[in-house]
């Protein structure tokens, strides 16, 4: 007798997640990264082969494709998915969900992944913790910290695992100047830092001096110049590149400042004016003002100052005043004279 075709208009409304996966990997993992692997459980949800795409996971569950594949790659280095990727783009390919036995049962399996491109792809990147023994505890500590004090809060995990992975394939000092470099343009999202890691990543910039002369940092602080002082469609010269490089550089001044000295310049001169610009921001320097709080104390206390001064000058030219009606002539007290006084002064005047 032949085999029989069984069929369900019956849907499956439950995913049935592993003991092990819950009691040995999750506590370890990233959320993100928890998301989805039961995500992709959900997927299979009693199919023996399913079909999904980064994008439409990244969708599903509000991450970026970068934050998918960092997952991906995570979840296949611990053997808790067994993935095949392409050999040229590098992108998976296969993604199976096998059993769960024992953490790292199957690492003897895994298969050596290329690392010889030019930059790390999304792929390649290892997913950190400050747990990974792979770190250097103290400096990623010291990484941590620093950025923390530049975005004026604590890091989430999520955060804490982006800087992790943005330091597998970049330098602390490039780490150090790329988040100043991102704080400084209003960006403090670690995903932007990341992309932007990325992007250097690409352009070959291996050091904050090679971020420094790269054609999009200067491209970035032009526009910003660019756009205080009204400047469209036009090249700036050299003398005028080297002061802007002198703020961002020299003076470490940010984004949001030099474009206040450019709009300060504008509404004294009614026209741009780089010279004038650069002695707003070396008065700024001496007056050890580095950001917009700084500058908001400063021109109170100027206001200040200059109320009191108005309301000296008003109380000296009252005195003024009060001085020119006491004198020889304003003191002068007038006399009475009577009637016999006045007829001799009237004879003396006919006289």
């Not at 450019?262 to 950001?291: M, Q």
């Not at 700084?294 to 021109?299: A, F, H, V």
């Amino acid at each position: 007798m032949g085999k029989m075709t069984l069929n369900s208009n019956r849907k499956s409304t439950e995913t049935a997640v592993s003991n092990i996966f819950l009691d040995t990997y999750m506590s370890a993992a990233n959320g993100d990264f928890v998301k989805v692997y039961l995500y992709l459980l959900r997927c299979m949800n009693g199919l023996d082969d399913a079909s999904v795409a980064i994008a439409d996971i990244a969708d599903r569950l509000n991450l970026t494709e970068g934050d998918v594949k960092r997952a991906l790659k995570y979840w296949d280095n611990i053997g808790v998915l067994d993935i095949e990727y392409d050999e040229t783009s590098e992108e998976p390919t296969s993604i199976v969900l096998p059993t769960l036995d024992a953490p790292a049962s199957r690492s003897a399996e895994k298969k050596p992944v290329k690392a010889d491109s030019a930059r790390p792809a999304d792929m390649m990147k290892k997913s950190y913790s400050p747990s990974d023994n792979t770190l250097d505890q103290a400096e990623f500590k010291e990484i941590v910290y620093f950025t923390e004090q530049l975005l004026g809060k604590q890091l989430s995990r999520t955060d804490v695992d982006i800087l992790a992975s943005i330091h597998d394939y970049t330098s602390v000092e490039l780490m150090e100047y790329l988040v100043e470099y991102c704080v400084s343009n209003g960006k403090k999202s670690l995903r932007y830092m990341d992309k932007v890691a990325q992007n250097w990543c690409d352009e070959g910039i291996k050091t904050a001096q090679d971020a420094k002369n790269s054609s999009s940092v200067r491209t970035e602080h032009f526009d910003v110049v660019a756009k205080a002082f009204g400047l469209t469609g036009r090249t700036l010269l050299p003398l005028q590149m080297e002061f802007i490089n002198r703020w961002y550089e020299e003076f470490g001044f940010s984004s949001s400042m030099i474009s206040e000295a450019c709009k300060r310049t504008v509404l004294a001169l009614n026209k741009a004016n780089f010279s004038y610009a650069n002695g707003i921001l070396e008065k700024w320097l001496k007056e050890d003002v580095h950001n917009l709080e700084d500058l908001e104390k400063l021109d109170k206390g100027f206001k200040a100052k200059k109320s009191s001064a108005s309301a000296s000058d008003s109380a000296g030219t009252s005195g003024k005043q009060a001085g020119r009606t006491v004198n020889q002539f304003t003191n002068y007290t007038q006399r009475s004279y009577d009637d016999n006084e006045l007829n001799e002064l009237e004879k003396k005047l006919i006289n």
